[in-house]
């Protein structure tokens, strides 16, 4: 689609990489920094999907440069600057092999584990006679491992550690650094009327420093439900209106798509992509609580480049 930026083929000064993940182009700077771009690419299923959407990746990076603002407190987390509303550049930092994942409530691919029998959750226990959408006790943490490629996998905390992905004394860290962003995110939510329902987080590591990086409580990373309107959906056995990507997901699986072999992504229409760009910035204005300003879009690939290369010579 016109002036959705899907692809980046960039050429910095002091570039020593580039990698290009399913939705983020990452350049590496000299041995100490990384420009990551929030590219307007969608993924499901852990696909890419093929068209883009317009401005999701100015809605992505400028919702998540809000929250590490509003969680440094917490935990150290690898931003510097955001030169460009579509760009983050923040510290290099050796990524832990594991992702993260908090669910206060049991929905999305934990509901669809647990409705197909499974009561062990990531080596967690469930009760029996739980509902879809049904808020836990207290949140649970559901580890995954972190795939360079293809379907990321549930792990269990027991099976870290004994693997040696991460150390005992290191995964309490980030179990604990993840219950207190978790706490943050949904007092954050409620104060605008939402429920920050489950999300993830990445940690690096640093100079034998534990950083909070990559994007947190975006659309593409966390589940929102309306505070208001999740008692009586939920009693009556209702879907939830969600402010999160399970739409795009749940729309794929009805045109029959779940990343399985031989499925074939159905068609997305201009019309379809726009109206899940609407989407996106509804979220935007409901979790920020601003107007979204949408950036110049007339030559986006054009328009990075200075705005990054400017950074970069100011920086030196």
């Excluded at 307007?40 to 440069?65: C, E, H, M, T, W």
């Excluded at 923040?90 to 992702?99: A, I, M, Q, S, T």
């Excluded at 992504?265 to 509804?282: G, K």
């Excluded at 300003?293 to 200075?306: F, P, T």
């Amino acid at each position: 689609m016109k002036n959705t930026l899907v692809k980046t083929n960039f050429h910095f000064t002091g570039q020593t990489n580039v990698y290009h993940g399913k939705v983020r182009d990452v350049y590496s700077i000299g041995q100490d920094l990384l420009v990551m771009i929030a590219t307007d690419r969608i993924s499901a299923f852990d696909v890419v999907l093929p068209q883009g959407i317009p401005y999701k990746g100015q809605v992505l990076n400028q919702i998540a440069s809000k929250f590490l603002d509003a969680t440094e407190d917490i935990v150290p987390n690898w931003k510097l600057a955001t030169p460009d509303p579509m760009v983050t550049v923040g510290l290099r930092c050796e990524p832990y092999k594991v992702e993260m994942v908090i669910r206060g409530y049991l929905t999305g691919s934990a509901w669809r584990e647990y409705k197909a029998g499974a009561r062990t959750l990531c080596g967690v226990q469930l009760p029996d006679g739980m509902k879809e959408n049904q808020k836990f006790p207290t949140p649970i943490i559901t580890p995954t491992t972190k795939a360079d490629e293809g379907h990321d996998e549930n792990i269990s905390k027991e099976e870290i550690i004994a693997q040696g992905l991460v150390s005992k004394k290191e995964y309490e860290e980030l179990e604990k650094y993840t219950y207190a962003l978790f706490q943050r995110g949904t007092e954050m939510a409620a104060e605008k009327n939402l429920i920050l329902v489950d999300t993830k987080y990445e940690f690096g590591k640093k100079d034998g420093r534990i950083y909070l990086i990559d994007e947190i409580h975006t659309p593409d990373s966390s589940r929102y439900f309306y505070a208001n309107a999740y008692q009586d959906l939920f009693e009556k056995g209702e879907e939830q209106k969600q402010l999160s990507k399970e739409f795009v997901r749940k729309w794929l699986m009805e045109n029959g798509f779940q990343g399985k072999e031989g499925q074939q992504v159905p068609e997305m229409t201009e019309e379809y992509c726009n109206s899940v760009s609407e989407r996106y910035i509804e979220l935007y204005e409901k979790i920020v609580g601003e107007k979204f300003i949408k950036a110049d879009s007339s030559d986006v690939a054009e328009r990075i480049d200075e705005n990054i290369s400017k950074y970069l010579k100011k920086r030196g």
